[in-house]
């Protein structure tokens, strides 16, 4: 079966610090992996997605940057926080090929303070 | 056309009620249509989907209504439960082209409260 990893689950970080957040799938292969922030009581905002190794995409101009160094792994990372960054960050995945939903990870909740 | 609208905001139900939660869209070439439940702190979890040839499709106590010539479809909790309190996202794909990625369009969601 196939899961997906997410961490880490908080992170408080100071403005002006770096940032790395990781994703990993298991069992599939060329998934589409997408990154999300979703603003406290807010809807979902799409930042990054990516069909394979090195492809990225990026939906918002902004502070952050998404990096797939393998198939099945998905980082996304920042020079700089700023306070504005702050929210839940969600990595997902779907099947290439199909017609199926995302599959959410467990989010990462970064406060930027 | 590529936005899904979602109403309402929020929505307070009495349990055992219907909690009914409403979207719609306009880009016709949308052709899949799932709903994602979401609890405070968690990722988003798929709920229930609907393709545009059935106009309902149930599991349990969740069923989708889908009207394709109005371009609206539609979540029914029926005998909601405490449990069901959660956010909720209606959201939208073209059907797969077999190149790049298709995505997800998601609605703004829904905060449902069902209250004892």
């Known amino acids: 079966s196939q899961t997906i990893h997410q961490w880490p689950a908080t992170l408080v970080q100071p403005v002006g610090s770096p940032l790395s957040l990781e994703c990993t799938v298991e069992g599939t292969s060329n998934p589409n992996l997408y990154w999300y922030r979703q603003a406290a009581g807010r809807g979902l905002q799409l930042l990054f997605y990516s069909v394979g190794i090195g492809q990225i995409s990026s939906e918002v101009p902004q502070n952050l940057s998404a990096s797939r160094p393998q198939d099945r792994q998905f980082i996304l990372s920042s020079k700089k926080l700023l306070l504005s960054d702050s929210g839940f960050y969600l990595c997902?995945?779907?099947?290439?090929?199909?017609?199926?939903?995302?599959?959410f990870g467990s989010g990462t909740r970064l406060t930027v303070v | 056309q590529q936005q899904v609208k979602q109403s309402p905001q929020s929505l307070i139900v009495q349990k055992g009620g219907i909690s009914i939660i409403n979207c719609a869209y306009e880009?016709?070439?949308?052709?899949?249509f799932p709903w994602y439940q979401q609890f405070p702190g968690k990722g988003p979890a798929l709920l229930i989907a609907?393709?545009?040839?059935?106009s309902e499709k149930k599991e349990g106590r969740f069923t989708i209504s889908f009207n394709k010539s109005a371009k609206q479809f539609s979540l029914h909790i029926m005998d909601s439960q405490p449990g069901d309190s959660a956010t909720y996202f209606c959201?939208?794909?073209?059907?797969?082209?077999?190149?790049?990625?298709?995505?997800?369009?998601f609605g703004k969601g829904t905060k449902l409260s069902v209250i004892p």
């Open positions: 609907i393709r545009p040839d059935v």
């Open positions: 959201a939208a794909s073209k059907a797969y082209s077999g190149a790049g990625s298709y995505q997800l369009t």
């Open positions: 880009n016709t070439a949308f052709d899949y």
């Open positions: 997902a995945w779907r099947r290439r090929d199909s017609h199926y939903g995302y599959t």
